[in-house]
């Protein structure tokens, strides 16, 4: 299993942040072929690095990196990459691992 995780930190809008990324963007990851799970966080993030806050988390799991790299390259995929720059003005990060069984 690969897990991707989307840190997203603080937006400059935190009101427009939400309502594209609840109203847009989780449509778009949805539609990812061969995704597996896909959850997020609601609420405060509570972070134990006080100087990095988050303002969201998401979750995206796929079978193999085949899977994920599949994902990613169709049109689906690039669709919802490129909506990330439309509503993550504090910036984002993403972390890729394989989990152990």
Same mark, same amino acid.
């Given at each position: *299993?690969?897990?991707?995780?989307?840190?997203? @930190?603080?937006?400059?809008?935190?009101?427009?942040? @939400?309502?594209?990324?609840?109203?847009?963007?989780?449509? +778009?990851?949805?539609? *990812?072929?061969?995704?597996?799970?896909? %959850?997020?966080?609601? =609420?405060?993030?509570?972070? %134990?690095?006080?100087?990095?806050?988050?303002?969201?988390?998401?979750? +995206?799991?796929? $079978? %193999?990196?085949? @899977? +994920?790299?599949? %994902? +990613?390259?169709?049109?689906? =995929?690039?669709?919802? #990459?490129? $909506?990330?720059?439309?509503?993550?003005? =504090? =910036? #984002?990060?993403?972390?890729?691992?394989?989990?152990? @069984?």
């Amino acid at each position: *299993m690969i897990r991707v995780t989307v840190i997203y @930190d603080p937006p400059a809008n935190p009101a427009a942040f @939400d309502d594209h990324y609840h109203n847009i963007h989780v449509k +778009l990851v949805a539609k *990812m072929p061969r995704l597996q799970s896909f %959850s997020f966080s609601r =609420g405060a993030v509570e972070n %134990s690095n006080a100087e990095r806050p988050a303002h969201l988390i998401a979750f +995206l799991d796929y $079978d %193999s990196k085949a @899977d +994920l790299d599949a %994902s +990613l390259e169709s049109e689906e =995929g690039r669709a919802a #990459v490129a $909506d990330v720059s439309r509503f993550a003005s =504090g =910036g #984002v990060t993403i972390l890729t691992a394989a989990l152990s @069984d």
